[in-house]
């Protein structure tokens, strides 16, 4: 019990001080907003001191890497905005779904979650374990495309997201050249870490992707900057989520929102573009609008056929 409280404190005072943002919060208006949470979840009695605050601003570190500054001047703690990463963002985001999962469940008819197979989330503690220590992994790999199934011998570099799926990066085990293979988590069966371990090349994700949209790496394909014109509607949805971190307003102008990127084109964003339909119009450049061009006048035929 103690432990959950911790966890739930924990969340709270996040929660708190993001909700604050640069105003912060003292340690006595810390306080008075957990006895409220506690009070309001019917959670009993808080135990909460300063000691006890000290002790979680460093959990809270220790777990997502979070640090909880204090500004002596106004005699407040905060979190500074950019010690917020994505990742941070949505661990917290996930621990808030939590909550509310808890509070709601004993209700089905409050959230309604869509109906999803295994994600392959079992497998996230294994694969970082692995990563972390070098290890081989091996595994049974099942594509999305085919029913055939291969068995797979790799080293594990990193874990990444993307539409509400997890994808391992991996790289062919005793490879002399790094190639980095991607795999859903949710294909994956038979994962088995190896007592073979593996020496590392030299491998960044975040540089690998920087220019990518999706899974797919470019492979030395050259980014370029890509205009797409959306009706305002979409616009606004597209300003409050952004298609990708180098996401800009060209301008506004006849009911119409233009956002450039700089980017390579791969499929996963030729299929983004796609999924928009008619509320998107590829401006430049002209070889990806003719592709786009191509693939929905072959979509169009398809509804032009006698219906059999």
């Avoid at 539409?163 to 490879?175: A, P």
């Amino acid at each position: 019990m103690a432990k959950e409280e911790q966890m739930l404190r924990m969340q709270y005072i996040q929660e708190f001080l993001r909700a604050r943002k640069d105003k912060g919060a003292s340690y006595p208006e810390i306080k008075a907003y957990l006895e409220r949470k506690f009070e309001d979840k019917d959670l009993g009695e808080l135990k909460f001191t300063d000691r006890t605050f000290q002790r979680d601003k460093k959990a809270i570190l220790k777990v997502a890497g979070i640090q909880i500054s204090y500004r002596r001047s106004r005699d407040v703690y905060y979190i500074a905005e950019e010690e917020l990463t994505n990742a941070e963002e949505s661990v917290f985001d996930n621990l808030l779904l939590v909550e509310a999962y808890r509070e709601a469940k004993s209700n089905s008819d409050i959230m309604i979650f869509e109906p999803r197979k295994s994600r392959g989330l079992n497998l996230l503690n294994g694969i970082i374990h692995a990563m972390k220590n070098s290890k081989v992994i091996s595994f049974t790999y099942e594509k999305y495309w085919t029913t055939e199934k291969s068995e797979r011998v790799v080293e594990p570099y990193a874990l990444k997201e993307f539409h509400h799926r997890w994808y391992l990066l991996s790289n062919e085990f005793k490879s002399e050249k790094l190639f980095i293979k991607t795999f859903a988590l949710d294909r994956i069966s038979d994962f088995e870490i190896k007592n073979s371990s593996f020496k590392k090349q030299q491998f960044d994700p975040r540089t690998a992707f920087n220019h990518s949209f999706g899974i797919i790496a470019p492979n030395g394909e050259k980014p370029t900057e890509v205009v797409l014109s959306f009706d305002r509607e979409q616009g606004n949805y597209i300003k409050s989520l952004p298609l990708h971190h180098s996401q800009q307003v060209v301008k506004e102008e006849n009911g119409r929102t233009l956002f450039s990127y700089f980017l390579v084109p791969t499929y996963d964003f030729r299929q983004e573009i796609l999924s928009h339909g008619q509320r998107v119009e590829v401006i430049s450049p002209r070889t990806l609008r003719a592709e786009i061009e191509n693939e929905l006048n072959a979509a169009a035929q398809q509804y032009r056929r006698e219906n059999i």
